[in-house]
């Protein structure tokens, strides 16, 4: 007799749920642009979501806390001329967000710290010199300042942030439009999914092509890839029969898979999202109205089936909350937040326990909010892993610094004396309020002299002379 083995797994019973109605964000008039981005971005502190706007393009964002019907007069980021297809929170300064847009630029925001107040329209920064438009953006993962853009002109550029230059610019690498782009670990390497079926693990600094696999998935419909912990590649795509495929490869040999699975027949992309400390892979399809969830191990079939979250609305997008902002006294692994025509929805994925204590195995050390390079360190050839927090106490947020833009200009070497720092010493500060003061008392003094001098002098209305008594002219 053979008896079945369940494998074992602390995720096998994860199970999501949508929060309260009271809790969601309403009437919100999500953007009906035709890109397969996920039109929304979340960090511990803000949720942003592309919004339709008249005359150019705009994106929301609101403080988690600010849940309920948002008024109609809310005040979004707007300074882009078209419409905005992504955006992305800066990983290392939760009020710093960047933006792709139709225009062909890459603006970067500060948000102030309790969110907006007006309208914002001026950036901290304008990143020009793709050619048509930005479709992806995403920051590096390690370095600080570091963000990549990918526009269909098919070129991909990487940018310091902190000067507003492009540094490292990749142009004949994709012969057609970039459907994906991601970071390893570690920010060392890139993967991108291509148009022309291929997917490449490209070194930037080197500019070359370490790995790149044709036919990946031989459907035409667009494709994802996203580098794992490991240094593996998952990929999303479709079969030449149009079905929805996922399929893990090693790049030192992309010769054939490491695992191939066959989903179901519906069209919309699947968007896949990856948790590095519990090596679970969402998908979410846009137009669908489920959540996949996959567990990723090393043994056979390597991308183990968990379970599926469904609700009864397609979803237009989807947000990702990183890791410090779950709440780890009620279990969560994950948090969604789902787009509606008209709303969006968070969704908390749970590990069901039964005890209130913290949870190590479901929380190992995560990446924190410290850069562990320098912009400059990374252009240089370093490389530096995230830096670990714990989370055994929650997340407290530390002070964030502002996001300072200094632009080279060599017709401008002469040092800007700033209008604060003059009269900055205090013995300068002293004399000044010493010569003030006295200048004051001799003022007074004089009016004192004067009004003596003059206090019985009158002046005749009919002769204009100046007389001791009274004129009687």
Not at 45 to 55: D, L, P, Q, Y
Not at 177 to 203: E, M, P
Request: aromatic share 8%; proline share 6%.
């Amino acid at each position: 007799m053979f008896r079945r083995v369940v494998r074992q797994s602390k995720f096998r019973h994860v199970f999501g749920q949508a929060v309260k109605n009271d809790q969601c964000y309403d009437d919100i008039r999500v953007s009906r642009v035709t890109w397969d981005s996920a039109f929304c971005a979340v960090n511990p502190k803000f949720v942003a979501i592309i919004v339709e706007a008249s005359g150019g393009g705009a994106f929301l964002v609101l403080p988690l806390h600010k849940t309920g019907r948002i008024d109609k007069a809310y005040p979004t980021v707007c300074g882009h001329t078209g419409p905005v297809l992504d955006i992305d929170w800066c990983p290392h300064n939760d009020q710093v967000i960047a933006s792709g847009s139709e225009d062909c630029t890459i603006m970067v925001w500060q948000i102030p710290e309790n969110g907006l107040v007006t309208s914002m329209s001026e950036p901290v920064v304008v990143l020009e010199g793709h050619s048509k438009r930005v479709g992806i953006i995403t920051w590096h993962p390690t370095a600080r300042n570091i963000l990549l853009s990918a526009g269909c002109d098919n070129m991909i550029m990487i940018w310091n942030v902190g000067t507003g230059e492009a540094l490292i610019t990749l142009e004949d690498m994709h012969p057609d439009v970039i459907y994906s782009a991601c970071w390893n670990r570690s920010g060392s390497l890139i993967c991108t999914a291509c148009k022309d079926k291929k997917v490449r693990v490209i070194d930037p600094r080197k500019e070359e092509i370490i790995a790149e696999k044709d036919k990946a998935h031989e459907g035409a419909r667009p494709m994802r890839a996203i580098f794992l912990s490991d240094g593996n590649v998952f990929t999303t795509g479709f079969s030449r029969m149009s079905e929805r495929q996922l399929a893990l490869w090693n790049p030192q040999n992309m010769e054939e898979p490491i695992s191939v699975h066959e989903m179901d027949t519906s069209n919309g992309v699947l968007l896949p999202f990856y948790d590095p400390d519990t090596n679970v892979v969402y998908l979410c399809g846009k137009g669908d109205s489920s959540i996949r969830y996959f567990e990723i191990t090393d043994e056979a079939p390597y991308v183990h089936y968990l379970n599926t979250f469904t609700t009864k609305e397609p979803q237009r997008g989807m947000g990702y909350m990183t890791k410090r902002g779950l709440d780890v006294n009620k279990c969560e692994i994950a948090r969604f937040y789902k787009l509606h025509e008209r709303k969006c929805e968070p969704i908390i994925m749970t590990v069901p326990r039964k005890s209130d204590l913290f949870q190590d195995d479901l929380y190992p050390d995560t990446a924190g909010p410290d850069p562990a390079l320098e912009a400059e360190e990374w252009f240089e050839g370093k490389n530096g892993e995230p830096i670990l927090i714990s989370l055994k106490h929650g997340y407290i947020p530390g002070k964030n610094r502002d996001l300072k833009v200094v632009k080279k200009n060599i017709l401008d070497n002469k040092p800007k004396m700033s209008k604060n720092t003059e009269n900055t010493n205090p013995a300068t500060k002293t004399n000044n309020f010493s010569s003030s003061l006295l200048s004051a008392l001799l003022f007074i003094l004089f009016l004192h002299v004067l009004h003596f001098l003059v206090k019985d002098i009158y002046i005749c209305t009919r002769c204009s002379q100046m007389q001791s008594s009274f004129p009687d002219c």
